[in-house]
């Protein structure tokens, strides 16, 4: 016989979801023997349908369906009429349930009226485009990185890092997008740091493939490497506390990291040639998109000083200053062009606000052709710079030599 606690919780779960008001339900505490360790449940448009969309957490991988209301209704009575998950919590608009069950074997309700939620709001009436599009069907690696407390709510000092964290998912949207998200997503993140931006992509990933289709059995494998060993121990407990079998973080460098399936390099404020170290290693890998945020740019400055070639622009790069700029935009303009003659489609991009740091250049660059279609007017537009800032070598044409 269903409880008094159990029939209040599903007719929130059904009202919430019918006005369109649900932004999350959670299973947990689970008592099954096939490893099935969560349920997520958020809603979802698809072709401009409402669904209740369901992620089932596996310790080894995540399966993925779409519900009407009513479905889900009775997918998620049976999870708990039947005990097999002990606790659950609904999120709405306007408050948040927690069911949980008792040592003494009763249901105990527990309901927290709520002005707001911090977060992501349900209403799908109008262009979810503009919403955030990180996933809140699971934010425990928010909370474990320190952006968020046990509610979900961003921390005042985390707000810019929580806006840093959405736009770099809004600026990668597009080539995601254009990658074939039904087959298997291997990703490499160079340089991983604490993993704030690691973790959103996964979470972002594993969504885009859930929504893509619901019999979808793609999936998203994402490796961390980083060379300091407490961030790489601290970010892969976060995954395994967060049950992302497939995110993990390896100690190393990005040169030495030996690469087997790659569809998406990625490294952020990698410095000097460890950017081109990273452009290098996707070329090579054959990588499906490639996403580099530069950060300082000594090489080519220092060819540049010790040519000391006169030209027109001789007098706008004799104060440091302006050289550095000038050594950065040669620097990224060069990379551009090697990636273009390798068959990439490049975009540049503001990154960070240049109100927190002027190393704000975002690359993103998309396969477009194979190894052999090379761009010979990109490389002829490669040497015409060169000649021009008396450059001998960029390091990334000499990493490529043999290619």
Do not use: C, W
């Given at each position: 016989m269903r409880s008094d606690s159990i029939h209040t919780f599903l007719t929130a779960f059904k009202d919430s979801a019918e006005v369109q008001t649900l932004i999350k339900l959670t299973l947990s505490k689970s008592k099954l023997v096939n490893e099935l360790k969560n349920i997520y449940v958020k809603p979802v448009l698809i072709k401009n349908e409402f669904k209740l969309s369901f992620t089932y957490r596996f310790k080894t991988n995540d399966r993925f369906a779409n519900y009407?209301?009513?479905?889900?209704?009775?997918?998620?009575?049976?999870?708990?009429?039947?005990?097999?998950?002990?606790?659950?919590?609904?999120?709405?608009?306007?408050?948040?349930i927690k069911l949980e069950f008792l040592k003494s074997k009763k249901w105990k309700l527990t309901e927290t009226q709520k002005e707001t939620i911090a977060l992501n709001k349900a209403d799908l009436s109008h262009n979810r485009e503009k919403k955030r599009l990180l996933s809140d069907s699971d934010l425990t690696w928010m909370y474990d990185l320190g952006?968020?407390?046990?509610?979900?709510?961003?921390?005042?000092?985390?707000?810019?890092?929580?806006?840093?964290?959405?736009?770099?998912?809004?600026?990668?949207?597009?080539?995601?997008?254009?990658?074939?998200?039904?087959?298997?997503?291997?990703?490499?993140?160079?340089?991983?740091?604490?993993?704030?931006?690691?973790?959103?992509?996964?979470?972002?990933?594993?969504s885009k493939i859930q929504e893509s289709d619901q019999t979808n059995e793609s999936n998203v494998y994402v490796k961390g490497v980083e060379y300091r060993a407490d961030l790489v121990d601290f970010c892969n407990k976060t995954a395994d506390n967060c049950s992302y079998a497939n995110l993990s973080f390896i100690k190393g460098g990005i040169i030495d990291t030996p690469i087997n399936e790659l569809t998406m390099l990625v490294a952020l404020h990698a410095c000097d040639t460890a950017t081109d170290d990273a452009i290098y290693k996707g070329i090579v890998a054959n990588a499906d998109l490639i996403v580099v945020a530069p950060c300082c740019h000594k090489q080519i400055r220092r060819e540049m000083e010790k040519s000391s070639l006169e030209n027109e622009l001789s007098?706008?790069?004799?104060?440091?200053?302006?050289l550095e700029r000038q050594a950065e935009m040669v620097t990224d303009t060069i990379r551009g062009l090697i990636l273009e003659y390798y068959g990439y489609q490049i975009r540049v991009m503001q990154f960070i606000s240049d109100a927190h740091t002027p190393k704000n250049v975002m690359i993103t660059a998309i396969k477009k052709h194979t190894v052999q279609k090379k761009n010979e007017e990109a490389k002829e537009k490669i040497q015409k710079i060169k000649a021009y800032f008396g450059i001998q070598s960029h390091y990334l044409e000499e990493l490529l030599a043999e290619y």
């Open positions: 009407s209301i009513a479905e889900a209704i009775v997918e998620i009575q049976s999870y708990i009429e039947e005990s097999r998950f002990l606790e659950a919590n609904l999120i709405t608009e306007s408050s948040s952006l968020t407390n046990e509610k979900g709510e961003v921390f005042k000092k985390a707000q810019d890092k929580y806006k840093q964290i959405n736009h770099y998912i809004e600026l990668l949207k597009p080539d995601i997008e254009s990658l074939n998200l039904n087959k298997n997503i291997h990703v490499m993140d160079m340089g991983s740091g604490k993993g704030y931006l690691t973790f959103a992509l996964y979470s972002y990933l594993q007098p706008l790069t004799r104060h440091g200053i302006f």
